[in-house]
């Protein structure tokens, strides 16, 4: 089983900052990519932010500038720091990661989802 935990949600004033954590647990060989999505009311999931297991990354043109993708290898986390919120930034945030198990069986997991809502 593998799991993906999110955190650090919430709402924010525009203009403002969150940080957004996803780690990951369970049986768990390694992990290739991992990235943000997010899902407005009516809207499709779209990408915010991936980075490779080498750090490479990657931003929708949107956020490019305000929004940082980072992770902990060690950890199994990724995170998200999103900087100069906007009020169209309000979206439920999904992590996903691609992840290769114990097993050598690879797949895409996602994580539950967190609201960030911001006001303006």
């Known amino acids: 089983q593998v799991q993906l935990v999110e955190s650090g949600g919430g709402l924010v004033q525009a203009g403002g900052s969150l940080r957004l954590s996803c780690a990951a647990s369970g049986s768990i060989f390694s992990i290739n990519s991992m990235g943000w999505y997010r899902q407005a009311p009516g809207n499709q999931r779209d990408l915010v932010a991936a980075?490779?297991?080498?750090?490479?990354?990657n931003y929708a043109d949107s956020v490019k500038g305000r929004f940082t993708i980072s992770r902990d290898n060690a950890k199994n986390t990724v995170y998200l720091q999103m900087n100069s919120l906007k009020p169209e930034d309000t979206a439920v945030y999904y992590c996903?990661?691609?992840?290769?198990?114990?097993?050598?069986?690879?797949?895409?997991?996602w994580g539950q989802g967190t609201q960030v809502t911001v006001s303006s």
């Open positions: 980075i490779t297991s080498g750090g490479t990354t």
């Open positions: 996903n990661a691609d992840i290769i198990r114990i097993s050598r069986r690879s797949n895409d997991y």
